[in-house]
């Protein structure tokens, strides 16, 4: 049985930082593992990325019919990659001397994330899924089983 959520005002705003744990485990690690947040911080160096994405997620990005939910989702998962590979290039030249790495280097490993992160939200991020980073998820799940 579907159900419509008919209220269009979602829940208050909150975020996890960057879903699937990546914040989460980043914390942990460098909770424990203080020389790890000294060089790498101690939360993603992105995350204001994904809190960004978090926001368009929480409400669908203003959407209200199906094509235009569409159309913002995918807009707020190619303004998530665009981030993260923003926020490698301004570590670029940092990380490249700190890892004694070219910074061809660094822009290929952060390619290679934000096209990660990419797929990850695009897989696990639908709608009416019951994950609590789903697109719109600060309304009531859309999927209601008997």
């Given at each position: ?23 989460a ?45 569409w ?12 981030c993260?590979?923003e ?15 070219g ?30 980073w789903?697109?719109?998820?600060g ?8």
């Amino acid at each position: 049985m579907t159900v419509i959520d008919r209220n269009p005002i979602p829940v208050p705003f909150t975020t996890d930082g960057c879903s699937g744990g990546m914040s989460a485990t980043w914390g942990l690690v460098a909770a424990t593992f203080p020389e790890f947040a000294a060089r790498h911080e101690a939360r993603p160096p992105w995350e204001a990325c994904c809190i960004a994405h978090d926001r368009a997620y929480h409400d669908a990005g203003g959407a209200r019919t199906a094509e235009a939910s569409w159309r913002a989702r995918l807009a707020a998962d190619e303004r998530l990659r665009a981030c993260v590979q923003e926020t490698g290039a301004a570590r670029r030249a940092a990380l490249a001397v700190e890892f004694g790495v070219g910074e061809d280097r660094v822009d290929a490993a952060y390619a290679a994330l934000a096209e990660a992160i990419f797929a990850a939200v695009r897989l696990g991020g639908a709608p009416c899924s019951g994950l609590p980073w789903r697109w719109g998820y600060g309304f009531d799940n859309c999927l209601r089983l008997p």
